[in-house]
C-alpha cells in the first residue's frame, strides 16, 4: 500500500513538472524578443497577440487625439507617445522600425503596457491602507508664483479638500505639511516608506519660462532603473545604467494610470499624459509613489482657475508652526526641520486653535 502511493505521487509530481514546464515554454514562445545594439525589444504585432489587443501605429510627427483613438494601444512611429486604455502615456524609449516591423523597447513592455492593461497582476495592489498627501513646497519655498498666489498654497489647498474624500472611503491619511512651513524632501519620504501600506501622491502646480501658453495636467512615477525620463532627449547608455531603479515600478505605474483615469474627463486642462522623472521625492519613497501637476500657473486661464479664494470667498487659513504638528516632529526630530527667524511658543489658548495632524498622532509602520 505504502508503495503503491508513492508511486501514484510520482506520477502525479511527474504530470506536473511536465504540464508546468509546458506552460512555461507555451509563454516563452509568446515572445520573440528582437536584438538591437544589444537591446531587447519587441514587436508591436507580437504585443498585440500576446495580449489580444488590436494595435496601431500612426505615422513618424502625428499627434494622437483622444477622441479619434480606435484601438487599447495606440503607437506613434519614432515617438515615445503611447495611448494605452485611452491613457496617454510616454514610453522610456521611442518606438523603431525595423524591416518592416515596429519595435517596442522591452523596458516599457514590462514597466508602461503591463502594468496598465493587467493592473490586476501587480503585486499588492489592493493592500492599500494609508494615503500620505505631499503639499508640495512651503514656507520660504514658494514654488511656481502667480499673480493669484503661489504653488505652495495652492497645493494645500488641494490636499485638505482632498483628505476628507480619501477619509470618507475608509482611507487613512496622513498629510507631509498641515501649514505654511517647509519639510525636507526627504522626510517627505521617510513619512511614506514608515506608513503601513501606503501610497504616496506628491501634489504640485507647473510652470515654465518657455511657453507662456502651455497648458495641462500631468502625472509622474519614477523612471525605472536603465532607461531615460521623459524630460531627457538623450542620456548615454553609461549614465543609464549608474541610475538607480525601484522595486515598485509597476505599483507606481498602476497608481498614476488610476490617478490618470480619475482625473480625465473631470477637468477641463488638456491631457498632457503619464510621465517619467527622477523627482527626490519619487526616488526615495519605497512606496508606489506619483507626483501630480495639476496645471500651470505661467497660463493665464489655467492661472486664473487657482483663484478659489476669490471664487468661494475663503479666509486664508492660519499658518501652523512646525512645532504644531507633532507627529512630523516626533518622526524626525525638530532639529530637522527648517528653521524659523524666531522661535515662539504658542499659547494654551492658541494651542487649542491650532489643528493637528488628521490620522498622524503617531506614526507606526
Not at 538591437?36 to 489587443?53: E, K
Not at 479664494?309 to 516632529?329: F, G, I, M, N
Request: proline share 7%; with cysteine; net charge positive.
Amino acid at each position: 500500500m505504502i508503495i503503491t502511493v508513492k508511486r501514484w505521487f510520482a506520477v502525479a509530481l511527474l504530470t506536473t513538472c511536465i504540464t508546468l514546464a509546458r506552460t512555461v515554454a507555451s509563454a516563452a514562445d509568446d515572445w520573440q524578443v528582437i536584438k538591437i545594439n544589444g537591446h531587447d525589444y519587441l514587436s508591436v504585432d507580437n504585443i498585440a497577440r500576446f495580449y489580444r489587443l488590436p494595435a496601431e501605429v500612426a505615422p513618424s510627427g502625428a499627434k494622437i487625439r483622444f477622441e479619434t483613438v480606435k484601438n487599447p494601444l495606440e503607437f506613434v512611429s519614432g515617438s515615445r507617445e503611447v495611448m494605452i486604455n485611452g491613457a496617454r502615456c510616454w514610453l522610456c524609449f521611442p518606438l523603431v522600425e525595423q524591416n518592416g516591423k515596429f519595435l517596442v523597447a522591452r523596458t516599457d513592455v514590462a514597466k508602461t503596457i503591463e502594468p496598465q492593461l493587467r493592473p490586476h497582476r501587480v503585486p499588492n495592489a489592493g493592500k492599500v491602507e494609508t494615503v500620505v498627501l505631499d503639499a508640495g513646497h512651503g514656507g520660504h519655498d514658494k514654488g511656481a508664483v502667480s499673480r493669484y498666489g503661489n504653488e505652495k498654497d495652492f497645493a494645500l489647498d488641494v490636499a485638505r479638500k482632498l483628505r476628507p474624500l480619501l477619509q470618507a472611503k475608509g482611507l487613512r491619511v496622513i498629510m507631509t505639511r498641515e501649514g505654511d512651513y517647509f519639510v525636507p524632501l526627504e522626510v517627505r519620504a521617510q513619512i511614506a516608506n514608515a506608513a503601513r501600506n501606503s501610497i504616496f501622491v506628491s501634489i504640485h502646480f507647473n510652470a515654465t519660462d518657455r511657453d507662456p501658453n502651455a497648458t495641462g495636467f500631468e502625472i509622474f512615477s519614477f523612471t525605472p532603473r536603465g532607461a531615460p525620463s521623459t524630460s531627457d532627449d538623450w542620456v548615454t547608455p553609461t549614465a543609464l545604467s549608474m541610475q538607480a531603479g525601484s522595486e515598485v515600478d509597476a505599483q507606481s505605474m498602476a497608481l498614476s494610470a488610476c490617478i490618470y483615469h480619475s482625473l480625465l474627463g473631470h477637468i477641463p486642462e488638456f491631457d498632457r499624459g503619464i510621465k517619467r522623472a527622477r523627482f527626490a521625492v519619487l526616488r526615495l519613497t519605497r512606496v508606489p509613489a506619483v507626483l501630480v501637476e495639476g496645471g500651470f500657473l505661467t497660463e493665464r486661464g489655467e492661472s486664473k482657475l487657482t483663484d478659489y479664494r476669490r471664487q468661494t470667498k475663503l479666509v486664508p487659513a492660519e499658518p501652523v508652526t512646525p512645532e504644531a504638528d507633532l507627529s512630523l516632529a516626533n518622526l524626525i526630530g525638530e532639529p530637522a526641520l527648517a528653521p524659523t527667524p524666531a522661535k515662539i511658543s504658542p499659547t494654551p489658548s492658541q494651542q487649542r486653535d491650532l489643528p493637528t495632524a488628521l490620522e498622524s498622532a503617531v506614526i507606526i509602520p
